[in-house]
């Protein structure tokens, strides 16, 4: 599955690097949180309140 990048300079690519100016693109879906900190906190907090 593809998905969905932009490069800064130049927009939407579908590629990691952008084949215009080179530069490493960044994902438009960027996650404001990680599930799994959340579920890795639930975990550290169960292991380390025994
Ligand atoms: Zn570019």
Known sequence: MKRLRKCPRDGYTLKEE???CGEPTKSVHP???SPH???A???RKEKYGK
């Open 41 to 43: 906190q639930y975990r």
């Open 31 to 33: 996650a404001p949180y």
């Open 18 to 20: 952008c084949a215009e």
């Open 37 to 39: 900190d959340k579920y």
